[in-house]
């Protein structure tokens, strides 16, 4: 499978904190798209990184793209509360035109 | 900023019965996909149309599943005989012609058979 795989599931943090959460995926990929989700709603593009680029900034986003590790990972800053949601990574492979989805992490930010 | 619209935002049916998810994509777009997402689960692709035909289809798109862009602007997810599993929400997508590009996602349809 070419699935994206994200780490860790769940991830609990104070208002101001860093969070981290990292994308794993199997084969090789044209493009890693980072998207949120909040609870039973609609899935918002946050960032795209494509696979001759090492790392991207989106105002509090930070990600960074290892294409020799076959991972990426996706920093926010200085977190607030309306950052809590489901954050997904998905690949889109060089053969293929579909993302390719993770299980996604819950990022639950508390004030 | 444009974006992609899905009608309608619920819909409830019974088993057996046939639905048709409707999705207007941004107009300057080209390709277009439909995904799903089983409640609690991940998003998973379905199918993506490009140039009036289907370019690429997952494994759940069976014979039951078809789509269609009947004009210039809708693009339609039928599903001809409902089944229980196919209760998720489904989100129809589009980007322009690069494979570089952001696919952007409707608000979904939440699908529920009884």
């Known amino acids: 499978s070419q699935q994206g795989e994200e780490d860790p599931q769940a991830l609990s943090i104070q208002e101001g904190e860093n969070a981290t959460m990292n994308c794993s995926y199997k084969t090789s990929i044209n493009n890693l798209q980072w998207y949120r989700q909040n609870s039973g709603r609609g899935l918002v593009h946050l960032i795209l990184i494509r696979s001759n680029e090492r790392e991207k900034h989106s105002g509090r986003l930070r990600v960074t793209l290892d294409t020799s590790k076959k991972s990426s990972s996706l920093l926010i800053t200085a977190s607030r509360a309306a950052d809590t949601a489901s954050y997904f990574c998905a690949t889109v492979t060089q053969a293929g035109t579909a993302l390719i989805f993770g299980k996604g992490t819950t990022l639950s930010v508390s004030s | 900023e444009p974006e992609v619209t899905q009608t309608p935002s619920h819909q409830v049916t019974q088993m057996g019965q046939e639905v048709i998810l409707r999705c207007v994509p941004i107009s300057n777009h080209l390709y277009f996909y439909w995904y799903r997402q089983i409640l609690g689960q991940k998003v998973e692709f379905l199918v993506s149309?490009?140039?009036?035909?289907?370019?690429?289809k997952s494994e759940i798109f069976d014979d039951q599943f078809s789509v269609e862009r009947p004009d210039g602007s809708n693009f339609t997810l039928k599903i001809r005989s409902t089944k229980l599993e196919d209760s998720a929400m489904y989100f129809c997508a589009s980007r322009k012609l690069q494979k570089q590009e952001t696919q952007y996602f409707g608000p979904g349809t939440r699908l529920l058979v009884l």
């Open positions: 149309f490009y140039n009036n035909e289907i370019s690429e």
